[in-house]
């Protein structure tokens, strides 16, 4: 299925990066899903971009209820294609839609209540460790660097999808 739009809901602004990235590459509009709800009839076919916390896609329940979500994408602090199934049973996403997962960044400065907690927690426990293991070493230089990853690379898994639609 072909979708007509792309919609996005972001945190930091790491996954509206990547939604009007997609947009120019593909010519497709780009809406914040409240702004979709607005200008998209329910039921219109679209890929679906949301940021990931505690796995789950933020959002994809809202757009999967009044859109058909042709193709799913997660923004988190992971490199990209890492902790699909992960990503995919936490945010109860179907197997026959396509889920992509896309390395975002870190911006402490926009991080707010329960996600900026969380992330200091996690920092913590792992500054806290006597040992890491490699995994956490490079989960630990991402919480504590702000930096962005977003690039036209991380989305060509994404865009040779699309072309095939």
């Known amino acids: 299925m072909k979708p007509n739009a792309i919609v996005y809901t972001s945190s930091t ?3 509206r990066q990547y939604a009007f990235l997609l947009g120019e590459q593909t010519g497709l509009p780009v809406y914040a899903l409240e702004e979709a709800k607005k200008a998209l009839p329910a039921g219109e076919a679209i890929v679906y971009l949301g940021w990931i916390f505690a796995s789950q896609i933020k959002g994809y329940g809202k757009a999967a209820g009044r859109y058909r979500v042709c193709a799913l994408c997660g ?3 992971t490199p ?3 902790r699909r199934e992960e990503v995919r ?7 026959d839609i396509p889920l992509f997962t896309l ?9 707010r209540g329960m996600n900026k907690l969380a992330i200091s927690m996690l920092t ?10 490699p995994a956490d070493e490079e989960m630990l230089a991402l919480l504590t660097r702000d930096d962005c990853y977003v690039s036209l690379e ?3 898994e994404v865009l040779e999808w699309l072309r095939t639609q």
């Open 124 to 133: 913590k426990g792992l500054q806290g460790q006597d040992q890491r293991s």
């Open 80 to 82: 990209t294609g890492g």
């Open 154 to 156: 991380n989305l060509s």
């Open 89 to 95: 049973k936490a945010s109860k996403a179907p197997e």
């Open 103 to 111: 390395q975002g960044g870190m911006d402490r400065g926009k991080l």
């Open 75 to 77: 923004v988190g602090l």
């Open 13 to 15: 602004g790491f996954t």
